[in-house]
């Protein structure tokens, strides 16, 4: 679940989405978009190269998702992916930086576990189950409005929104009232769509929590025990609903083991670090961009690969959502 966070506390770590990551983590994840900018960044050719790999990997997650559980369980899978996301983001981090930077305080790993649990098993973990029932561009353009409840839990954190940020929250749900439709409807279940919407709500507390909690300094460390502790959760879950019970490996597809490998290196690993790399480079209302491009690129990938319709509600809520980011993510980089 590539997922975005608004946030104007200075970010401790990027999450990706998708990482949703995953998340980032959890993508994911990676968790907020606000940093300390240094002033007159440069925009090279590196940076817009870093910004298409995060727009175009982090958009594909969806697809990826829907894919693997064609034929592998939700949990089993998802909780699979970022256990082995984050045993190669330690191994990457200690041969390149010594394992001394995986050592943390007591306080910093339980934080690290808490935000791993709100941004894996709930917001991607949510997300992986109800792509089993709803398309995987609806689920990005409902995951799209994480912005929205961003805002409204600093809000009842006690921070204040700008008029912009105000009027970006009530776009934003109001897109997601049109995207509601189908399942209103019937057609696609209401289940999933419930689903994404709590999934999206529990990624929002976690990016929350991640630019309050005393997370470890270095990025990297704490995205990995963030990936453990989610990806362990979710094999955890993932037994208890019996998903392992009557699992043949040999019945899963090849293009569902093909999705999962691209999910666990370039999901939650490649465009992770180009995000991280970004969020040190370029400016962050640049990098900020891809809040409202990943749900174009899901949605755009949904209908190419897996033929998914393009519904008049999906065209125009996520149109209004994606107006609502974008009027949130514009308000919130210039305070």
């Not at 104007?8 to 907020?32: N, Q, V």
């Not at 256990?83 to 930086?97: C, S």
């Not at 007591?106 to 709100?118: D, F, H, I, Q, Y």
């Not at 009530?170 to 019937?186: E, I, K, Q, W």
């Amino acid at each position: 679940m590539t997922s975005p966070a608004v946030d104007p506390a200075p970010e401790k770590h990027p999450a990706a989405p998708g990482l949703r990551t995953a998340a980032p983590a959890i993508p994911a994840t990676p968790a907020t978009l606000v940093a300390p900018v240094a002033p007159a960044r440069r925009i090279t050719g590196a940076v817009w190269a870093a910004l298409g790999i995060v727009y175009v990997v982090w958009g594909s997650t969806y697809l990826g998702i829907r894919i693997v559980v064609e034929t592998l369980p939700p949990f089993l899978s998802g909780g699979a992916r970022f256990v082995t996301a984050g045993l190669l983001l330690a191994a990457i981090v200690a041969w390149r930086q010594g394992p001394a930077a995986l050592k943390v305080t007591r306080r910093e790993l339980g934080s690290a576990v808490l935000v791993g649990l709100l941004l894996i098993l709930g917001g991607n973990g949510l997300v992986v189950l109800a792509e089993t029932s709803i398309p995987s561009g609806l689920a990005a353009l409902l995951v799209a409005a994480v912005p929205v409840w961003v805002v409204l839990l600093r809000t009842v954190l006690g921070d204040r929104p700008g008029p912009g940020a105000v009027g970006g929250v009530l776009l934003g749900f109001a897109g997601l009232g049109v995207l509601t439709v189908p399942g209103l409807s019937g057609e696609v279940k209401i289940g999933g769509v419930l689903l994404v919407l709590v999934a999206a709500l529990l990624w929002s507390a976690g990016s929350v929590s991640s630019a309050r909690l005393p997370l470890p300094r270095n990025p990297f460390t704490a995205s990995a025990y963030e990936m453990l502790a989610g990806g362990l959760a979710a094999l955890t879950v993932g037994l208890a609903r019996g998903e392992h019970r009557g699992l043949d490996l040999s019945a899963v597809s090849g293009r569902s083991w093909a999705a999962l490998a691209y999910l666990v290196v370039f999901g939650s690993l490649v465009a992770f670090t180009a995000y991280a790399w970004l969020l040190q480079t370029a400016p962050v209302s640049l990098a900020a961009t891809y809040a409202y491009v990943n749900p174009v690129v899901a949605v755009l990938l949904g209908a190419l690969v897996l033929d998914e319709a393009l519904t008049w509600p999906i065209l125009l809520g996520g149109a209004i959502v994606v107006g609502g980011v974008c009027l949130i993510v514009s308000t919130e980089r210039r305070r």
